[in-house]
């Protein structure tokens, strides 16, 4: 995230590299401004890179440049942290059935298990078409229409949520399951999901801004 500093936002980035580790309302005393006022414009410098913040200490001079440090931020998001709970069917569910649990849900996809264990994923265009081809929705599984592993796409629980984006982006998908390899059971084990609406509201977290 590359941004053009104002006059003000070059001042406070000096005042920190003199005088950091330095609280905020110090900063604001120096400038003869207002807490308030500097609040957006500390929140900008932090976000970007050019600042690190750490509670009851203050602000010091990151040292590095602003796209590294935001890259380093996004990539200690972890999938484990933000993991929704997994919405899921068995390969037996009917597709009557998938379609009420995906409604009820408010969910693009269905996650298939059998024991806890991935088999497959099922989303609303598989479901749209068994629904048009005719036939009983209600007598027709839902393994007749899911996506088979192993060419569903998962992410690992201790994996970045970067990287699950990523695996969005690449395969154009809109969520992920979240699994966990057992060895034991030489199986994928289901213990999440991951969708676009939780990247955006891990970001969206990250960029809050948090006040020292």
Known sequence: MVIELTKRQEQIIEIVKRHGPITGERIADILNLTRATLRPDLSILTMAGYLEARPRVGYYYS????????GE???K?????????PVVITEKTSVYDAIVTMFM???GTLIVVRDGFLQGVVSRKDLLKVAIGG???RQFPVNMAMTRLPHVITVDVEESLYE???LMVRHEVDSLPVVRHNAEQSGLEVVGRVSKT????AFV???QYRDV
């Open 77 to 85: 998001l972890k999938v484990k942290d933000y993991k929704a709970v």
């Open 63 to 70: 040292g590095k440049k602003n796209a590294d440090l935001y």
């Open 105 to 107: 849900e408010d969910v």
């Open 198 to 201: 939780t990247v955006t509201r």
């Open 164 to 166: 699950a984006a990523s």
């Open 73 to 75: 931020a996004l990539r």
């Open 205 to 207: 977290e990250l960029g």
């Open 135 to 137: 036939g009983d929705i």
